[in-house]
């Protein structure tokens, strides 16, 4: 869930992955963590370059090894708190499959129980690649925040060449 930003900096997936696992290896000790990260910023990657989701899970499939198959809803019923990345990655990455907005991907994240906030940060970074946020809820989001984080807000948006609000 530390990644999230990594997947919105980079013009190759090669270069995406290359950084976040650098980056992920700081706080992840573990190969399972660092592939989570990895496929995390993949996902984020292939989003928000116009890819279809059929063609981020077969992505997903292919590098990482995920089982994808099962669905939010039969998922709901094995509920038990999980923090590590091979229970965290199959319901985020479900979540986003299932999700059909930015905000029912979260959803979904949040319903799984479990670790909850990693699961709903995971899934929202990538329905964000994918979908964006809606600019209501930004706006909300934004209006809440003190002033020395609007100005780290300010200067990623620079970096990447967007506005903040």
């Given amino acids: 869930m530390r990644v999230a930003s990594v997947g919105w900096l980079y013009n190759s997936i090669e270069r995406t992955r290359e950084v976040v696992r ?8 573990h190969p399972e963590g660092i592939k989570g990260a990895e496929c995390t910023a993949a996902v984020q990657f292939l989003g928000r370059t116009g890819h279809s989701k059929e063609e981020i899970k ?3 499939v292919r590098e990482f090894g995920y089982d994808v198959t099962p669905t939010v809803e039969e998922l709901r019923p094995l509920h038990r708190h999980d923090e590590t990345c091979m229970d965290t990655m199959p319901k985020a990455l479900s979540s986003f499959f299932d999700g059909t907005s930015y905000e029912d991907t979260v ?12 699961i709903a940060a995971i899934a929202g970074a990538m329905a964000e690649c994918f ?26 948006a620079r970096v990447l060449g967007a506005e903040a609000q």
Avoid at 133 to 155: A, F, N, T, W
């Fill in 22 to 29: 650098a980056t992920a290896e700081v706080s992840h000790n």
């Fill in 58 to 60: 077969a992505y997903v």
């Fill in 107 to 118: 959803r979904n994240a949040v319903s799984l129980g479990g670790d909850a906030d990693t």
């Fill in 131 to 156: 979908y964006g946020i809606p600019g209501s809820m930004k706006e909300q989001c934004i209006s809440m925040l003190p002033q020395d984080m609007l100005q780290v807000l300010d200067r990623f």
